[in-house]
């Protein structure tokens, strides 16, 4: 899947990232994981998404 591709149930701003869509904030791919690299996660920053790979 091509990064033409934008999938509109995933809005993402990290253009770093490979699966990033080129032409908008959106991810490309079919579905994300979501983790955290935190032992108790309590706001947005702990956490990651754990699909990210870099361009
Ligand atoms: S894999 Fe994660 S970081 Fe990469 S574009 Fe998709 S949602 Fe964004």
Redesign the pocket.
Known sequence: MGTEYKNTA?E???EN?????NSAD????DK?KVGTHECDPTKIPCTD?????MK
């Open positions: 995933i993402c701003s990290i990232c490979k699966h990033h869509c959106y991810c490309s791919l994300i998404c754990q699909s990210f790979e």
